[in-house]
Every structure is written in structure tokens, then in C-alpha cells.
């Protein structure tokens, strides 16, 4: 690109103690240079859009799938802390003769009623 002429403009700016420059070259383009700069400038655009879709058509299933596992896994957990409360209601059944059934059924009955609030 030739320039057919250019300013340097410099600019001072004091906030408190705090100088801040700027400084800016304007430069002059022919048709044909300001022309080839557009379409440089539209090619990254497009590049840049090109890159992001592609990245999104392979993260997309990937973190679909990532997602599916963990509500999978989330289900296990769920399960087991099911199974492990009602083998705690029968222990302290079994160990209090005298309440027996009546620990194991408020467990069970409590279980029910969670999985109506939280589902």
C-alpha cells in the first residue's frame, strides 16, 4: 500500500496523576489500496465465522454427550444414597425390637414424599 500522504496526530490526556498518549497515524489510501484493505478485512471476518461454526459443529455432540453421561451417573448417585437409606431404616429397625416396623415404614414413606418434591 502506498500512502499519497499521512498526519501523525498525537493526543494528551491527564486525569489526575495519570498522563495517557494516544497516538494516531491517518493514512490516505488510493481506491485500489482502501479496496484490497476491505476485502482482506471481509476474508478474516468470514474466516473468523468460518472457525467458530466448525468449533461449535464439534463441541456440539461432545458436550451433548458429556451431558447425557452426567445426568446418567447423577441417576447412580441418586440410587444409591436411595438404597443406602433404606438399609439404614431396616439396621435401626432390626436393632429396636420394640419400634420394629414402624422406623422402616417412615423411612420408605419419607423417600416417597422426596421423590414427588424433587423430581
Do not use: C, W
Amino acid at each position: 500500500m502506498v500512502a499519497h500522504s499521512d498526519y501523525h496526530l498525537v493526543y494528551v490526556v491527564v486525569i489526575g496523576n495519570v498522563a495517557v498518549f494516544l497516538s494516531i497515524n491517518v493514512i490516505f489510501l488510493s481506491a485500489d489500496d482502501a479496496q484490497g484493505l476491505r476485502d482482506a478485512l471481509l476474508f478474516s471476518v468470514l474466516m473468523v465465522v468460518l472457525a467458530t461454526l466448525i468449533t461449535g459443529a464439534v463441541m456440539y455432540p461432545l458436550l451433548v454427550r458429556l451431558t447425557q453421561d452426567l445426568a446418567r451417573q447423577s441417576q447412580a448417585v441418586l440410587q444409591g444414597n436411595i438404597e443406602l437409606l433404606e438399609v439404614m431404616g431396616e439396621a435401626i429397625a432390626r436393632r429396636d425390637a420394640d419400634t420394629h416396623i414402624h422406623n422402616y415404614r417412615v423411612t420408605l414413606r419419607q423417600l416417597v414424599a422426596d421423590k414427588f418434591v424433587f423430581s
